[in-house]
């Protein structure tokens, strides 16, 4: 049972442009949400995050939304770079914060130049 | 300032053999988690410690796996004996204090199991 869903493997976006990765996730006792970014041959590093009392957070280019009705999260990034290409993944922490931890398969975002 | 270390980077084993993977955790940090990502699973965590204490285990995969802490700036993660099935990506990760789940991840060890 998949309790955080990226349900796009890959995205591709022209430099410049927005890119917009999604998540969603099926556990309502989830209250904070994080995004992560990984390259090849390295860990994963956060990026941003939101408690479950905000619909926005933004930092820079990268602003990340909430939906708590609908279940759903997105990663905006605008304007989109090359240095940008990674796997991002949606991670959600509930009540026993990061023991619980979970996260979803990961999209791979390639920005084209 | 030194990140999380992990070795060896890189580990290619036959089956049936022991294998050891060591991390040291950012100094300072309380809480320790080793990770597994694989191609069909993604990121899965295998076990946590907090203040260098065991406390969940639960996706740890078999008894054929076991972690240490032996002290606050180091731990191990063996498999014993190794199988095909154990080829993975096995990270790293230290945090400080009460955590909502931002991470420090290590480069990760890749290993290889033939």
């Known amino acids: 049972d998949q309790q955080v869903k990226q349900n796009s493997p890959s995205l591709s976006v022209q430099e410049g442009r927005i890119s917009i990765l999604n998540c969603d996730y099926t556990?309502?006792?989830?209250?904070?949400f994080l995004w992560y970014k990984k390259y090849p041959a390295e860990g994963p590093t956060f990026l941003i995050s939101?408690?479950?009392?905000?619909d926005k957070n933004e930092d820079g280019r990268f602003t990340v939304f909430l939906n708590k009705s609908a279940k759903h999260l997105s990663l905006h990034i605008v304007p989109s770079q090359p240095g940008d290409s990674a796997v991002y993944f949606c991670a959600a922490s509930g009540i026993e914060g990061a023991q619980k931890l979970v996260f979803g398969q990961g999209t791979r975002l390639t920005i084209n130049p | 300032d030194a990140g999380v270390i992990q070795s060896p980077r890189h580990e290619v084993t036959e089956m049936g053999q022991e294998v050891t993977l060591r991390c040291k955790p950012i100094s300072g940090h309380n809480s320790l988690f080793w990770y597994r990502q694989t191609m069909m699973r993604g990121l899965e965590l295998l076990i946590y410690f907090n203040n260098n204490v065991p406390i969940d285990d639960s996706g740890m995969p078999e008894d054929r796996f076991s972690a240490k802490m032996p002290n606050a700036s180091f731990s191990t993660l063996k498999i014993q004996p190794s199988e095909p099935r154990d080829s993975a990506v096995y990270f790293c990760a230290s945090s400080w204090g009460r955590n909502t789940g931002e991470l420090f991840f290590g480069e990760g060890s890749r290993l290889t199991v033939l």
């Open positions: 939101i408690s479950s009392i905000k």
């Open positions: 556990n309502s006792m989830f209250d904070y």
